[in-house]
């Protein structure tokens, strides 16, 4: 079992930046991925980006490549999303989530993990 945890969410205005964490709890290891989905109200979770636990393999999607950097602690078991240069189309809950044993071809996929976290609010005002 692991649980994730969130925080750092917020409201920003269009250009500014935040950072989110994600803290995991339970057992975690080399098998395993972490990563970002975003949910806007009416819309299908987007896979943001993605780490594989010993950092060597990085995943973005297009929409915000330059624009935020994934990041982990392994010693710490934490996750986190730096995000620079929001944009409105930002705006949603970003969700923390792992897997264990993960694809190339499923990790931009939700159903390749089975570990989600409850979401922080990001909103991005123009």
């Known amino acids: 079992q692991v649980q994730l945890e969130e925080s750092g969410g917020g409201s920003v205005q269009v250009g500014g930046s935040l950072r989110l964490s994600c803290a995991a709890s339970g057992h975690t290891g080399n098998r395993y991925a972490l990563g970002w989905f975003r949910q806007a109200p009416g819309k299908e979770r987007e896979f943001v980006a993605a780490i594989r636990w010993n950092g060597a393999t990085i995943y973005y999607a297009d929409s915000v490549k330059g624009r935020f950097t994934i990041s982990s602690n392994t010693a710490k078991n934490t996750v986190h999303l730096q995000m620079n240069s929001l944009k409105p189309e930002d705006t949603a809950v970003y969700l923390c989530?792992?897997?264990?044993?993960?694809?190339?071809?499923?990790?931009?996929?939700?159903?390749?993990?089975?570990?989600w976290g409850q979401g922080t609010q990001v909103t991005v005002s123009s």
């Open positions: 989530v792992a897997g264990l044993n993960i694809i190339t071809s499923m990790i931009r996929n939700p159903r390749g993990y089975s570990y």
